[in-house]
């Protein structure tokens, strides 16, 4: 079965694993990452977000 790759630098997708076709830039799986419920990240990515929103805020 093959995946789907979107390229980082023009945001193309493509089943191509190693470099985009269209500029030469590196691909990655599009997918978000699974979840789970002991999210070693989660207090990090919490905090971030507010301090995004409290910027936005002022």
Known sequence: ????YKCIECNKY???EKQCP???GEVRNP???KYS???KYGKYRRDAK???KATKNN
């Open 50 to 52: 507010r301090k995004a």
């Open 22 to 24: 269209a500029c030469g």
């Open 31 to 33: 997918n978000p990452p």
């Open 14 to 16: 493509t089943l191509d």
């Open 37 to 39: 419920p002991e999210d």
């Open 1 to 4: 079965m093959t995946q789907l």
